[in-house]
């Protein structure tokens, strides 16, 4: 950090404040994940929220895209139809994918080329909470939690009886075309809704266009059905959910490979017959493989103020999913995934008990896995995870305290192998001072217990997505991770920061390990392995109202991960970042915004990983706001990349053969009535 821009970050956060002459009140949401509705300047460990212009501004195909460039976020790409966001450099089942507070149900935390089904286009708001003490939603969340909120079940019948919107957008870099309407209407104490989109985009160019990244096409349509009854104390409404995904497989290599012995596996065409050599060369010609993704899913949600003596809400979340996913190679289905599940949970918010205000609740998740096919690395498994938490805070003048407890019990029933059973506890403890006025510090203690997936205990076989041979290990125990953080804060006036430094040390951390091992057809032997890790960080925003028509807003995040006792780095952990933002209001409803921002090369490496160069983003946008008889309407205009750059990202598994996208200019026109 001696010699790393980001530093100049905090040193650069003092000095605005000075000139902050007159006081500036900014709009402060309520963070539903919290349980407990704090807004993010009250809530002990950072939490960002995403929505209005700046939602619409920063949606992209993938929640991953949509959320990267927020401090300490990045986005885990594997082509233009997945990106799964990474938070301070954690990913995958370390990071809690939500929907209104459950489970997301489908299959992107088994591997880095399965996509994440929600839908940016059609989300309301995202919130995000970074690091472990987000025990509601599960102690395996180190990472944190994103939390996508939507609006297919409805909350309230519309004032006028209806209420909708409509948008349509396109973007140069992949010839994309998209689509989305939502409407909703109501009478009485009965609303329904109904919403969709519709998304074409072809291979996206790349630095030095016309050239293209063959199969990094992407093809989405989504489609919900919502209804709810709507009382004075609450609401319990469902809806159901259809989305179908066709997106390219880049850096998918098909190879035929076998064991040479009793844990030996060997890659490659010289033990093959003639005819699967042909086979294999027929299937190369007939272009990039890709994925043919659909998943069905029913939500119930509810809400009922004073349900119980004693208590102030009860709030009901229950999803279930029938998820299915081809990987599609020479025309034929190479491996199917199946996924069905369900989610629960019940939470109660209890009325102050001496001066302690809190929510305690349950959760329970099943999980019918099943890969089948050429690639099925994984057996058949069957996932219980049954919790019960406990979150609890006390206000005393400028220090409020929070306490949160978490049990989790997990058995694995595993075809042909033998079962697990974990158990885990976590808590955590925290407090924010308000130690004067529009400041605050926040810091927190926690310490997280993560349960082993199925795939870290079982994989056994090629993954051709990722060009590895994968090894589970059924001997694996629970991660415990101790987390430690501080946040200093400023929310209101014409200077507002929010700094955090965290230091996250992991025992018995579960990581794929390079064996080192070249196993042919350019694959990888990779195996689950269980060692005592470090992760250390920075990240943080400083936003300057230099006048009521511009703001100028610095923003940056660094992560270090590495094992302990010499063990080296970590692999696939993003570079620093540091960006500098303009937002300017111009006359006749004329907003303007120019973002730069700077990565650094990553040359922190994992054994027999490559390094990736730095890079510099330059991004701008024009929104135009108007009202055209009863609807406001909303025209944008934004460019990505618009040095044209060769940018790789550092935490995908396919850096070395995929770029991210070259130049893009997208037109939006948006309509609300």
Request: charged share 25%; proline share 4%; glycine share 12%.
């Amino acid at each position: 950090m001696k010699r790393h821009p980001l530093a100049w970050t905090f040193g650069l956060s003092l000095v605005p404040v000075a000139w902050a002459s007159e006081p500036l009140e900014l709009e402060s949401t309520v963070v539903s994940a919290s349980a407990l509705a704090k807004k993010p300047h009250e809530m002990t460990t950072p939490a960002e929220v995403l929505e209005g212009d700046a939602l619409i501004l920063r949606r992209e195909a993938t929640l991953g895209e949509t959320l990267d460039g927020l401090p300490g976020v990045r986005s885990a790409s594997f082509g233009a139809g997945v990106g799964r966001p990474l938070i301070r450099g954690q990913q995958g089942a370390r990071v809690k994918m939500l929907s209104d507070g459950v489970d997301t149900l489908d299959a992107s935390s088994v591997s880095p080329d399965h996509a994440v089904s929600s839908e940016p286009l059609l989300a309301e708001r995202i919130e995000v909470l970074k690091g472990p003490a987000t025990l509601l939603y599960g102690g395996g969340a180190i990472g944190g939690v994103v939390n996508t909120i939507d609006k297919k079940v409805p909350t309230a019948v519309p004032e006028k009886g209806y209420e909708g919107e409509l948008e349509l957008r396109a973007n140069s870099v992949a010839n994309e075309g998209s689509g989305v309407f939502g409407i909703t209407a109501g009478s009485g104490n009965f609303a329904v809704r109904v919403e969709g989109v519709k998304r074409q985009a072809d291979d996206y160019e790349i630095h030095g266009s016309p050239s293209k990244q063959e199969g990094s096409y992407n093809d989405t349509d989504t489609f919900s059905l919502g209804a709810s009854y709507i009382g004075e104390r609450g609401y319990l409404g469902a809806a159901y959910s259809e989305q179908n995904n066709r997106y390219g497989l880049l850096g998918h290599q098909h190879a035929e490979c076998h064991l040479d012995g009793p844990a030996a596996w060997h890659c490659g065409d010289e033990h093959e017959d003639e005819h699967e050599g042909e086979e294999h060369d027929e299937h190369a010609e007939e272009g990039v493989p890709y994925v043919d993704l659909r998943q069905y899913r029913w939500d119930l949600r509810g809400e009922l103020a004073d349900p119980l003596p004693g208590f102030e809400r009860a709030r009901l979340r229950v999803a279930h999913s029938d998820y299915r996913h081809e990987e599609i190679e020479g025309g034929q289905v190479d491996t199917r995934f199946d996924n069905d599940a369900s989610d629960a949970r019940l939470e109660l918010t209890h009325q102050p008990l001496f001066g302690w205000h809190g929510v305690l609740g349950g959760q329970t998740l099943r999980r019918d896995f099943e890969a089948t096919g050429e690639e099925a690395y994984v057996p058949p498994t069957i996932t219980r995870n049954h919790a019960l938490f406990l979150l609890e805070e006390y206000t005393a003048g400028a220090w409020r305290y929070e306490v949160g407890l978490r049990h989790e019990w997990q058995d694995i029933e595993a075809e042909g192998r033998p079962d697990t059973d974990h158990r885990g506890t976590s808590f955590s403890a925290g407090a924010v001072w308000s130690f004067a006025p529009e400041y605050s510090l926040g810091f927190s203690l926690s310490r997280s217990q993560r349960l082993p997936s199925a795939e870290e205990l079982y994989a056994d076989g090629p993954h051709a997505a990722t060009r590895t041979v994968e090894l589970g290990d059924p001997e694996l125990d629970e991660e415990t991770s101790q987390n430690l953080e501080l946040t200093l804060r400023k929310f209101a006036g014409r200077t507002t920061f929010s700094l955090t430094l965290y230091r996250n040390q992991v025992d018995d951390y579960i990581y794929a390990a390079d064996t080192g091992r070249d196993i042919g057809s350019g694959y990888r032997e990779i195996e689950y392995r269980q060692e005592d890790a470090l992760f250390t960080g920075v990240e943080g925003e400083v936003r300057f109202q230099a006048s009521d028509a511009t703001a100028v807003t610095l923003f940056g995040d660094q992560v270090r991960g590495k094992l302990l006792d010499g063990g080296g780095d970590l692999p696939r952990i993003p570079a620093g970042r540091l960006g500098v933002r303009f937002d300017h209001a111009f006359a006749s409803g004329l907003d303007g915004q120019l973002e730069f921002y700077r990565v650094d090369h990553q040359h922190r490496l994992a054994d027999f990983e490559t390094k990736t160069s730095g890079y510099s983003m330059l991004g701008a946008s024009l929104t135009h706001h108007g009202t055209l008889r009863h609807a406001d309407y909303q025209v944008y205009l934004k460019g990505d990349n618009l040095l044209d750059e060769k940018a790789r990202d550092h935490s995908s598994f396919i850096k070395d053969d995929v770029v991210q996208p070259g130049r893009n200019l997208t037109l939006g026109v948006r309509m609300t009535f």
